[in-house]
């Protein structure tokens, strides 16, 4: 199963941005699936998480309140909506999956399968 992520490019801060993350060849079904950020010289952040099976979902302390996560069964895919976007949010964007246990959801290392990448570009 292949992940491609998208949706990233350059907005002004305040402004919002949809990422998607498509599974082609396979589906989500049974996986948790997460989104991570990474910026130069910093090792991979966690951003969010859902449950396929059941939507349950995590957030980090600081996208609390302007991201959401979703999934669409018919498109097979991932949503990372993001809203009052901050210059810190700056960051490539990864989307990962992972049969992981739901407590270790936000470690990348129980993510064996990951998407190439999304530039997300905040401006101030």
């Known amino acids: 199963v292949q992940l491609q992520a998208s949706g990233g490019g350059l907005v002004q801060a305040g402004g919002s941005l949809r990422l998607s993350c498509a599974a082609s060849g396979g589906t989500f079904s049974g996986y948790t699936v997460a989104w991570f950020r990474q910026v130069p010289g910093k090792e991979r952040e966690f951003v969010a998480a859902i449950r396929w099976s059941g939507g349950g979902t995590k957030y980090t302390d600081s996208v609390k309140g302007r991201f959401s996560i979703s999934r669409d069964y018919a498109e097979n895919t991932v949503y990372l909506q993001m809203n009052s976007l901050k210059p810190e949010d700056t960051a490539v964007y990864y989307c990962?999956?992972?049969?992981?246990?739901?407590?270790?959801?936000?470690?990348?290392?129980?993510?064996?399968?990951w998407g190439q990448g999304t530039l997300v570009t905040v401006s101030s």
């Open positions: 990962a999956k992972s049969r992981v246990i739901w407590g270790r959801n936000d470690d990348p290392g129980a993510y064996a399968n």
